[in-house]
């Protein structure tokens, strides 16, 4: 046995732990003065069982729903990660949620001279026209995969460098469910170069075999293709493919209207980055009634799943949304209103009114599963008080079950005869700290603890 163990510490030595070393021969001196080198034969074998035991990483199917690790967030540790100079990546589908949330990571990963290429599929509508402006205004180069009658399904991202590489293969499309939030697996492979050159070969080699030179069905993207392929339909905006009810990403993420829960406690995606729509300041010192998003905003309204807004609804029903929000994202609040509030009293003035009401569904979660209230159909008064530059809506049957600070968030309804679908996460709900966080913007405060509210 111990002879066997000898054998095996002097092939771990060898072709673990110093490969181009000399052969260690048992029961016989090793040829090089290990002793005298730099690392020492311990060295090399500490080495060698990190490389063993830190080579590969799992994204496990419950990491992303649980937040306890998302692709995205290894995608900007790697964007910042100086040890890489070249990313690439190939992915059936793309939307532009993640590109969005990258963006920053991006260009200033392009201003550091270091390149960026992209592989990405058109079937079954999962790619939308937005993703794919996006990638063609940041990256060096992108490539689109089609091939009637089969389905262009990979999902790699590699980042290389002199000395190490990283990629990440997997079930995760370019998408917010595939980069956040959906149950998905990855395989992590941490290359060190130039040991691991035979590996990194043939993660390259996924990407070699698509280029045009060889795969027929690639083409590289240039604007008038990426025209041709909305022409045909093949390729949409992210608004129709809401509509058509296309994939994770197009699922109401509040899920106050969308079945019955497990109980499993899903973390929100990120937040979009604050002033993505423009500054809501800038908007405000332009006017304060009229839409004046400020000058070329990094995503269009259309990109936009949702807003989350803290409320503390009045005794009388009232709940003050932000003017603020809605001067950054005016479709979503058809902005400016169209119609006018009758006085109760002669001589009151009239105030901007959305007309007629618009009707939501509302579900109200507390501590448990089971919603605490559920409202549908309801009639959402919503009016602008152009005087105090208030907007407010009345709920009065939230006043008692919703205490002050807790989340709305408002999603836009995709049931006919609906506007929006609502749900609500008081302080004692589960959800309500992941919510919180995707609250990344302040209301003016007038002193008191200042409201928050931010997209996704």
Not at 20 to 35: C, H, K, M, N, Y
Not at 81 to 108: C, E, H, M, Q, T
Not at 198 to 205: D, E, I, R, W
Not at 251 to 261: D, E, F, L, T
């Amino acid at each position: 046995m111990a002879k066997m163990v000898a054998y095996e510490q002097a092939w771990f030595l060898q072709e673990v732990c110093c490969p181009t070393a000399t052969t260690v021969e048992l029961g016989a001196s090793p040829t090089r003065d290990i002793q005298a080198e730099t690392p020492t034969v311990s060295e090399h074998l500490a080495l060698g069982i990190r490389r063993l035991m830190s080579s590969f990483s799992l994204i496990t199917p419950l990491d992303q729903p649980l937040g306890n690790r998302r692709l995205l967030s290894d995608l900007k540790a790697c964007l910042a990660n100086s040890d890489f100079d070249d990313f690439r990546l190939i992915v059936a589908y793309a939307k532009s949620g993640p590109l969005i949330r990258l963006r920053a990571d991006l260009l200033s990963w392009r201003k550091n001279g270091k390149t960026l290429a992209a592989v990405i599929g058109l079937d079954q509508q999962g790619t939308s026209k937005e993703a794919l402006e996006l990638a063609l205004s940041m990256f060096d180069s992108v490539y689109v995969t089609r091939e009637y009658g089969i389905t262009f399904h990979p999902k790699i991202y590699l980042f290389s460098g002199t000395s190490r590489a990283d990629a990440f293969i997997g079930s995760n499309n370019l998408t917010v469910g595939g980069t956040e939030k959906n149950f998905e697996s990855a395989v992590h492979l941490q290359l060190l170069l130039p040991a691991d050159d035979a590996s990194l070969v043939a993660v390259n080699k996924a990407w070699d075999e698509l280029m045009p030179s060889v795969c027929p069905a690639t083409k590289l993207l240039t604007p008038a293709i990426l025209a041709d392929l909305i022409a045909a339909d093949i390729v949409a905006d992210e608004a129709t493919l809401r509509s058509r009810g296309g994939g994770s990403d197009a699922a109401r993420v509040g899920r106050g209207h969308s079945g019955p829960r497990s109980g499993l406690n899903v973390r929100p995606e990120s937040p979009l980055p604050r002033n993505v729509l423009g500054s809501a300041k800038a908007a405000k010192a332009s006017s304060a009634i009229a839409p004046a998003p400020a000058p070329a905003p990094a995503a269009q309204p259309g990109m936009v799943r949702g807003l989350a807004i803290q409320i503390k609804p009045h005794h009388n029903g009232e709940i003050f949304l932000s003017v603020g929000a809605a001067l950054q994202n005016p479709a979503f609040f058809y902005w400016p209103f169209n119609g006018s509030t009758v006085p109760k009293k002669a001589g009151n003035p009239s105030y901007p009114q959305l007309t007629p009401d618009p009707v939501v569904n509302i579900v109200v979660y507390g501590s448990t599963a089971n919603p605490v209230l559920i409202l549908q159909k309801y009639g959402l008064n919503t009016v602008y008080y152009s005087t105090k530059s208030e907007i407010r809506v009345t709920a009065s049957p939230l006043v008692t079950v919703v205490p002050e600070y807790s989340v709305m968030i408002i999603e836009p309804s995709d049931e006919a005869g609906t506007t929006w679908e609502i749900t609500v996460h008081r302080p004692d709900s589960p959800e309500y700290a992941s919510w919180l966080g995707v609250c990344n913007q302040s209301m003016p405060s007038g002193g008191a603890l200042a409201r928050r509210y931010g997209w996704f």
